[in-house]
Structures are given as structure tokens and as C-alpha cells.
């Protein structure tokens, strides 16, 4: 795009700094012994420690920032009265020092400029970048009206963000952690049982007996608290059966290991549902209880035998039918893990209804050693005046989508393209805590929509992809130097943590409450912001909790009784679901009235067209998405993806371990950077498979610019989820290039 307004900025990078060279192999469950060194040298000395909640995945793991008496950061510890870590942080977490040392941070605010026709960046104050932001807004605002500023966010940042764009009136938010990541679960599992999964999953799996993974790979993905007590499960000796085309880490500790051709995993699971039906393995009292609609579920899945799975899934019978039978023996003490990045084909909704449906069939839902009822403590919202109404927002945007939950990102850059007739056009983004080229599949659509945005904020702690899209660069300061909302969580007990500075922030980095109640004073909305400081926010809050700063500053963490319910149900509970009927909905009429299916069909999905592989991709339990790409610490223990491929391929291809190759994807698309192969009989031959979120396009980035490839930029097509809006991304297929397809590589 060459043309561009909105032109991709680049900067040289600065000098490579040195850097430490131990790595060591991480074991799933253990922690890195370069990390653990890391946390263990210098204990005896006399720290300091102060209270946060990590920022390096959205876990929030409360942690202990221990700071020497120089006042430099020296170690995290997780906090051992919190229910998300038990007092062991996973490697990214130990490693988040890291993010706060990065010399390539975001140090002053930028602002786009043209120098000798040359789009570029210029440092500048925040004054500056503050009042040009406050006049750009207050002039979309009085043309087009607040609702046409969208915000992108993720994780604490957004939040504070969001106060000041409801202030203004609007709610146009979205965020990619719903529609490329869980949405399709939230909505499986709501029109199954009336309720979301939500963050922390409430699967009690430190107590089962059986617990089935479909794709969710843990030990790769590295969410704390299940990982350890899936640890501990094994070690009780629960059944693991994993069903995944690649061997994960979970399949290789796991009983049975089902290698599942890609996308067919509704074939698996209503063959599994044939066998527990047939062979009267479900929980008949538990189903007749609480569920409605078995008998048009029975009659649904008669023919799908094991033996019709085996031809779609190339799973054998027997395998299907052993599986039901462990988890039929194992119920209600089974978990049939709903996963969380869940948007792979399109009928994501409809699978994640199978797997809801399975625990319906099993009775686990409301029983030990399945999902527990979850509960949280209601933080006091601190007085604020009565926000306006936005006419219009991420609804109205979304509505194409009628069980959409929360705001679509795909639909809000489809509005930010003129068209007559879109209703509700987007003029300008708010970006903060999202790396868009990296999170959202077709960077072509991504980039027609920022290149006619009237105007672009990033709020970010690095000089990521993104920003270089960005009209004004606001550099947040880490959540190592800063206050944050009290961390509520919803767990087996309730609790709430809190996130306080341990440093000043560096270099010229600022918090983004205080990014928001600047740009508010600014915009006329002030007077919703009637603090100095957010520290006053929190201490009013924790009073009202009946606690105080001074209470949290020293504990951390503070856990509280429940309240609404035992964590299970008790025997022959009469308990109403919040589905329509108040029943578990085996047959959904929500959806037959919205003419979905109302109960799950496998359907067939495209598969690699001759020479091509699908395109499977997932964690590395040191990386969190693309933000830790750069941290000199985790970069130190893995330093770019590589390309899993089976030998088969491997011959076919004539291609050798350690050998660079480039991709490209059925639409033409190239890697831009070059990947290491790496061929392993642990991933199907129709696949290849790498690590999300490498492959950085910013020099800037000086550890991780231009290593591995980025997969995001190979998904050019996506299967939207006519449900809820998901854009599956698991449908793209690439060719094995071993020369560079690039005329020019320099981006
Ligand atoms: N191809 C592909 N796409 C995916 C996925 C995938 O596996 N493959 N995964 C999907 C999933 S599951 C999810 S949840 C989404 C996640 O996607 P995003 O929400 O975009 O999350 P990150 O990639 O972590 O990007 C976070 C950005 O936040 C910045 N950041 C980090 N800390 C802070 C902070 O304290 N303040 C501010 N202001 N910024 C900060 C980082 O520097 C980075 O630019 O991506 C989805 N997209
Ligand atoms: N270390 C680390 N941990 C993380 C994160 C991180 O960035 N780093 N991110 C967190 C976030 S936001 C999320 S959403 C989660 C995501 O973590 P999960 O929900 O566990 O991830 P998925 O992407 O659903 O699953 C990836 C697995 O699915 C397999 N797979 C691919 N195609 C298929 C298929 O057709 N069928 C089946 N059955 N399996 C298939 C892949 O081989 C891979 O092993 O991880 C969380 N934890
Ligand atoms: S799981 Fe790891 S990265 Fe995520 S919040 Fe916990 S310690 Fe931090
Ligand atoms: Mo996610």
C-alpha cells in the first residue's frame, strides 16, 4: 500500500543489547531452572516487596514485586494466597521483569509527520500529543457523534479507556480476546446451560476423574492454575484424553490420544454421544432431572455410530468407544474442557454446544470433579455522574450476529470502510493492549479500514506492529509501575487482589488512568474523573469492602467466604438453569427459532487443495501471543517459531531438520520472514503447525524483529460463525517454499 495515507511507519532499530545466554528446556508442569535462579538468587536479601497482579497473559496471577534497596525490580513471586497461582508463577510471569527493563519500550509520545514526503514519527510531549488527540476527538464527536470512536482493547488498559469513552457516549468496543478467541464458547455453553464459561474456567479439575481435552493444550498453554492442578490430577491418577491432530504436551501425558483429522471434531463428539446414549452410560436421573429435549437427542445421534465417526474423524471405533466408556465410568467427576481460543472453523458455537452438551449427558455441571458454581465479590463502583446513552455501538454493529455477546472486532473494521449504506460508520480508533496485525485475521481488510480511519490512537507499552499505524503513540508505563482496577475474581471462593507501582514508571511512560482522565479533562468530560490520583479510587473501594489499601498493601490478596450457594449441587436439587426453559436445552429451540440448527450436525470443512498443509498453530508455555516476543528475558528461552512438519512430508518434499524455509497461503500470500523446520512425527502429515505470534515487522523490536513467521499474516480467509461472529481462522493452507518468494525483503 504504497499510497497509503496510513503507511506502515519504520524506524531503524536501535543497537542489539547484550544478553544472557542460558536457556533451558521447560517442563510442562516445572518451572525453567533460568528463570527459577532468576527468582531464587539474592533471597536472603533485603527486599522490598509490593503487591501487583501480572499483565504478561490475562490470568491476573498475584504476584509479589520485589525490589532492592536501589529500588530496582529484581523478582516476581506469585502470591501464595491466590487461587489463580498458588504461589508459583508460570515462566512468562517470573519472566514479566522483563517487560519493564525492555530498552525498547515506548519511551516519549509520538506523533505521525511528514518529513521530505516521508511519513515518520516525531517524539513529542504529552501536552502535545494530548491536545492533538483532544481535538481530533472533540471534532469526530461533533460530525459524526461519540458512538463513530471505537475502542480495541484488551486487558487493564481498556478499562480505564472505557470510562472515558462511555462518558463521551460511547460503547462501540470490541475486543479480539472475544471473536478470535472464547465467544464461541460463551455461546455453546450459554444456550446449553444458561451460562458462560467466562475467566477463570470453573472446571473443579483438581478433583477428576476424567478430563477430555479437545485442541485446549495445556502445559503449552500455560494458564496457571489449571495447569498445576491438571498436574496434580495425573498425579491422583485422573484419565487425560486428548483429542488433537499434533501431539500437544497434554497428549503426550495422556491415557489416550485421540490424533484427530482437523476440523471434525462435532463427528467425534456426537459419536461419543451415540455411544453413552446407547450403551446407557449417561447419568439417566441427572439428565432427566434437569435436561430437556433428550428424546430428539437420542433420535439425533442414531446413526451417528462410532464406526460412521471413523470415516470422517479417522479415529478407530474401538478408540471412541473405549473414551466414552472412561468418561462414562468417570461421571459426573469428568471434564469435557470447553478450551478458550475456540474460533477455528466456523461452527464454533455449534461445537462448543457438543462439549457442553457431553457434560450435560455426563452430569458434571454442578458436580465435584466437573464445574463448580462460581462466585465473585461485587466491587463498589466509585461515584461517578450518569453516563450518556450512545444511539447506536458494537451492538447494532454486531447484530447481523444475534447471539453475539460482546462487541465483533471483524464487524467494527467492516464499519470503519466507507459504505452507504453501513448505518453506523466508524471514523476512528482507540487502540490499547491489542497488537491488531498480529490478533486479527485478512490484514488486507485490517489495513483498508486503518487507511481510512480519520484518526488513530495507540495506547502500548512496546513499539509493536500496530503502533505503526497509529496517528498519535502513547506509551503506557508496565504494570509494574502503576495502579490498576482491584483484580475480582470469580472462583470456587471469591477474591480480590491488588495491583500497585513497585517503580516509578521510566522513562516518560504514564498509566493509562491517567491517559484517560487527561484526554477527558480535555474532551469535557472531567467531571468524570473526580480523582488526582487512582490510588483514591482504590481506597475509597477497599473501605467500602470492608478492607483498606493499607490491609492489601500487605497481604495482597485478600479471599472471602462465599455466599450465594454450596460450590455443587446437593443431592436431587431442584435448581432452574439460566437457559429459556430453565432446563440443560439438549435441544435448543433459541436456536431452531433463529434458524440454527438446534442441535449440533458435523459438517464437512475445506481441506488442502494438492501440495498445500492446513495451517495449525497454538502456544509455547514461554510466549504470551506476540507480546512477549521482545522481553529479553523470554526471548532468551525461545527465540523465534518454527515449522512442525511430518517426515513424511518432510521426504516429499526433500526438506531437512534446521532447514529455513518460506510459506505461502492458497490466496498468494508470502511469509515475510523465513522459519527453521523442524520434522517430528508429532504433527498429522495433511498439517503443518508453529507458534503464534512471532514474526515481528517492526525494527524497533530489536530481539524479535524479522524472527519465525508470523501466522496471522498466512490467514487471509476466515469461516465466520453465522451465530455469534467468531472468525474461524484454521481454514488456511500453505505450500512449503524453500526459496524466498520475497524481491524484496526489506519491509
Ligand atoms: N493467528 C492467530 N491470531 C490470534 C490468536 C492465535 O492463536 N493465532 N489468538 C487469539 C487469541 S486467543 C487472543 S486472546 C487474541 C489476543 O490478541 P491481543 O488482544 O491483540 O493480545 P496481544 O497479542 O497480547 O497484544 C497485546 C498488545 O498489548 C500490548 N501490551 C502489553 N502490556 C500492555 C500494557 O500494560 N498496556 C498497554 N497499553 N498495552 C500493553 C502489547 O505490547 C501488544 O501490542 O489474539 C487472537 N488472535
Ligand atoms: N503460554 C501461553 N499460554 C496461553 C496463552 C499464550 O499466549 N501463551 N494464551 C492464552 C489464551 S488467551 C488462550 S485463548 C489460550 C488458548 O489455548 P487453548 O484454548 O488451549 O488453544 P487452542 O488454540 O484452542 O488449541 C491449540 C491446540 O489445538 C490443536 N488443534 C488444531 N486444530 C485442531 C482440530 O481441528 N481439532 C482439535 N481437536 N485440535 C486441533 C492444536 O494442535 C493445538 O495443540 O491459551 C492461553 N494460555
Ligand atoms: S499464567 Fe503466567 S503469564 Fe499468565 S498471569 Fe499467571 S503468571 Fe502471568
Ligand atoms: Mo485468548
Not at 245 to 255: C, H
Not at 349 to 359: D, F, I, Y
Not at 509 to 515: D, E, L, T
Not at 526 to 555: A, C, H, R
Request: proline share 6%.
Amino acid at each position: 500500500m504504497t499510497t497509503s495515507r496510513r503507511k506502515f511507519i519504520k524506524i531503524s532499530a536501535l543497537g542489539l543489547g547484550g544478553v544472557a545466554a542460558t536457556t533451558s528446556a521447560i517442563n510442562m508442569f516445572g518451572a525453567n531452572s533460568y528463570l527459577d535462579n532468576l527468582v531464587k538468587q539474592d533471597l536472603t536479601k533485603n527486599f522490598k516487596r509490593t503487591a501487583t497482579y501480572c499483565e504478561v497473559c490475562f490470568w491476573k496471577c498475584a504476584a509479589w514485586t520485589h525490589t532492592n534497596e536501589k529500588g530496582e525490580i529484581k523478582k516476581i513471586i506469585g502470591n501464595d494466597d491466590d487461587p489463580h497461582c498458588y504461589g508459583r508463577l508460570c515462566p512468562r510471569g517470573t519472566g514479566g521483569v522483563g517487560m519493564y527493563n525492555d530498552e525498547d519500550r515506548l519511551k516519549t509520545p509520538l506523533i505521525r509527520t511528514t518529513i521530505n514526503g516521508e511519513q515518520t514519527f516525531r517524539e513529542a510531549t504529552w501536552e502535545e500529543a494530548l491536545d492533538l488527540i483532544a481535538s481530533k476527538v472533540n471534532n469526530i464527536k461533533e460530525n459524526n457523534g461519540p458512538e463513530s470512536i471505537a475502542l480495541l482493547k484488551h486487558g487493564s488498559p481498556g478499562k480505564h479507556l472505557e470510562q472515558l469513552f462511555k462518558a463521551w457516549g460511547s460503547d462501540t468496543f470490541a475486543e479480539p480476546a472475544y471473536a478470535q478467541c472464547r465467544g464461541g464458547r460463551e455461546t455453546g455453553f450459554a444456550t446449553t446451560f444458561g451460562s458462560w464459561i467466562g475467566s477463570p474456567e470453573p472446571t473443579d479439575i483438581r478433583d477428576t476423574n476424567c478430563l477430555v481435552l479437545i485442541g485446549s493444550h495445556f502445559g503449552e498453554n500455560m494458564h496457571n492454575s489449571p495447569v498445576q492442578e491438571m498436574s496434580d490430577a495425573i498425579d491422583k491418577g485422573a484419565t487425560i484424553i486428548t483429542v488433537d491432530p499434533r501431539l500437544s504436551t497434554a497428549a503426550s501425558k495422556s491415557k489416550h490420544w485421540l490424533a484427530i483429522k482437523p476440523g471434525t471434531d462435532i463427528a467425534l463428539m456426537l459419536a461419543w454421544m451415540n455411544v453413552l446414549i446407547e450403551e446407557g452410560l449417561y447419568d439417566k436421573e441427572y439428565v432427566e432431572k434437569y435436561g430437556l429435549g433428550f428424546d430428539k437427542l437420542k433420535d439425533h445421534v442414531k446413526t451417528f455410530t462410532p464406526e460412521w465417526a471413523y470415516g470422517i474423524t479417522t479415529i478407530k471405533p474401538e478408540d471412541i468407544r473405549k473414551t466414552a466408556r472412561e468418561m462414562g465410568k468417570a461421571a459426573p467427576a469428568v471434564i469435557i474442557h470447553p478450551g478458550r481460543h475456540v474460533s477455528w472453523y466456523g461452527d464454533d458455537a455449534q461445537r462448543e454446544r457438543a462439549m457442553a452438551m457431553l457434560n450435560g449427558l455426563l452430569g458434571s455441571w454442578g458436580r465435584r470433579g466437573g464445574f463448580y458454581f462460581k462466585e465473585s465479590i461485587k466491587v463498589p463502583s466509585y461515584p461517578l455522574p450518569k453516563f450518556p446513552t450512545p444511539k447506536w455501538g458494537w451492538k447494532e454493529i454486531g447484530a447481523k450476529y444475534p447471539l453475539a455477546q460482546m462487541g465483533l472486532t471483524f464487524e467494527v473494521i467492516k464499519a470503519s470502510i466507507p459504505n452507504p449504506e453501513n448505518k453506523y460508520p466508524v471514523k476512528a480508533w482507540f487502540v490499547s493492549g491489542v497488537n491488531l496485525p498480529k490478533s486479527i485475521p485478512n490484514k488486507k481488510l485490517l489495513e483498508e479500514a486503518m487507511d481510512n480511519l480519520e484518526f488513530m490512537v495507540v495506547v502500548d507499552t512496546m513499539p509493536m506492529d500496530v503502533t505503526g499505524y497509529a496517528d498519535v503513540v502513547l506509551p503506557e508505563c508496565t504494570y509494574l509501575e502503576r495502579y490498576d482496577h482491584i483484580r475480582s475474581a470469580n472462583n470456587r471462593e471469591p477474591s480480590i487482589a491488588l495491583r500497585m507501582p513497585a517503580v516509578a514508571p521510566k522513562y516518560d511512560s504514564k498509566p493509562a488512568w491517567w491517559i484517560a482522565k487527561q484526554i477527558g479533562e480535555r474532551t469535557g468530560v472531567g467531571n468524570y474523573f473526580p480523582y488526582n490520583d487512582f490510588k483514591e479510587v482504590i481506597e475509597w473501594q477497599l473501605k467500602k469492602m470492608g478492607t483498606s489499601l493499607e490491609e492489601m498493601e500487605k497481604i495482597g490478596v485478600k479471599n472471602f467466604p462465599r455466599k450465594s450457594r454450596p460450590l455443587f449441587l446437593r443431592d436431587n436439587e431442584n435448581y432452574e438453569f439460566g437457559t429459556q426453559s430453565g432446563k440443560i436445552e439438549f435441544y435448543s429451540q433459541e436456536l431452531k427459532d433463529l434458524g440454527f440448527d438446534p442441535m449440533p450436525v458435523y459438517t464437512k470443512h475445506p481441506e488442502p487443495p494438492q501440495g498445500f498443509y492446513r495451517l495449525n498453530y497454538g502456544r509455547a508455555p514461554m510466549h504470551t501471543f506476540s507480546r512477549t516476543a521482545n522481553n529479553p528475558n523470554l526471548h532468551e528461552l525461545k527465540k523465534e517459531n518454527d515449522l512442525w512438519v511430518n517426515p513424511k512430508v518432510a521426504r516429499i518434499m526433500d526438506i531437512k531438520q534446521g532447514q529455513r524455509v518460506w510459506l505461502r497461503n492458497q490466496d498468494g500470500v508470502n511469509s515475510v520472514f523465513s522459519i527453521k523446520v523442524r520434522v517430528t512425527e508429532r504433527i498429522r502429515w495433511d498439517s503443518v503447525y508453529m507458534v503464534h505470534g512471532f514474526g515481528h515487522d517492526n525494527k524497533k523490536l530489536s530481539r524479535a524483529y524479522g524472527k519465525g513467521i508470523n501466522d496471522t499474516q498466512l490467514i487471509s480467509s476466515v469461516m465466520v460463525d453465522p451465530i455469534m461472529g467468531g472468525t474461524g481462522m484454521r481454514g488456511n493452507f500453505v505450500e512449503i517454499l524453500t526459496e524466498n518468494p520475497n524481491t524484496n525483503t526489506e519491509i
